[in-house]
């Protein structure tokens, strides 16, 4: 049973366009909610956080979205860049980031075109 | 800051061998995770250690499985034996244990059991 749902494996976004990318989930004890970008032969790298007392939290062009009632966040990056290629996983935890594995959905393949 | 350092970067075995993957932790983290990356299951929490203490093993797959951490800078994880359903890239994270702190992916390890 996935308990973090990504349901679009790919996206294409024009390159200077806004890319969302979304995530659902079903265990009402995720408290902390987590966004990794991960290239080729390489491992997940943070990009952005929210916590579940949020339902904002903005770095620079990367922006994440917390509804809590609706048990689903969303990444924004605007304007995307042809760098931004790469697969995004929406991941979340129970207690923080450090005290608890995380539950990974199965990732969304980013494609920006130029 | 080098960053979590895994070794061997790839690992090619026979199907019975006893294969070991290592992990080197970010100085001053306190939590350590093992993930394992698939087509099929994409990323799943194999372990993963607080204080150096095993605290929850329950997605090692099999009893061929095992995990230590014998101080605050090493980890291994042990396959014995190894079988061709193994093969898949194994992370090591780390993180801080209290708050809300993000976990930080070392590069991998490609395994291929043939």
């Known amino acids: 049973d996935q308990q973090v749902k990504q349901n679009s494996p790919s996206l294409s976004v024009q390159e200077g366009r806004i890319s969302i990318l979304n995530c659902d989930y079903t265990?009402?004890?995720?408290?902390?909610f987590l966004w990794y970008k991960k290239y080729p032969a390489e491992g997940p790298t943070f990009l952005i956080s929210?916590?579940?007392?949020?339902d904002k939290n903005e770095d620079g062009r990367f922006t994440v979205f917390l509804n809590k009632s609706a048990k689903h966040l969303s990444l924004h990056i605007v304007p995307s860049q042809p760098g931004d290629s790469a697969v995004y996983f929406c991941a979340a935890s129970r207690s923080g980031g450090g005290a608890d594995g995380l539950t990974f959905g199965k990732g969304t393949h980013l494609i920006i075109q130029p | 800051d080098a960053g979590v350092i895994q070794s061997p970067r790839h690992e090619v075995t026979e199907m019975g061998q006893e294969v070991t993957l290592r992990c080197k932790p970010i100085?001053?983290?306190?939590?350590l995770f093992w993930y394992r990356q698939t087509m099929m299951r994409g990323l799943e929490l194999l372990i993963y250690f607080n204080n150096n203490v095993p605290i929850d093993d329950s997605g090692m797959p099999e009893d061929r499985f095992s995990a230590k951490m014998p101080n605050a800078s090493f980890s291994t994880l042990k396959i014995q034996p190894s079988e061709p359903r193994d093969s898949a890239v194994y992370f090591c994270?780390?993180?801080?244990?209290?708050?809300?702190?993000?976990?930080?992916f070392g590069p991998g390890t490609r395994l291929t059991v043939t």
């Open positions: 994270a780390s993180s801080f244990l209290a708050g809300l702190y993000e976990q930080y």
């Open positions: 265990n009402s004890m995720f408290d902390y």
């Open positions: 100085s001053g983290h306190n939590s």
């Open positions: 929210i916590s579940s007392i949020k």
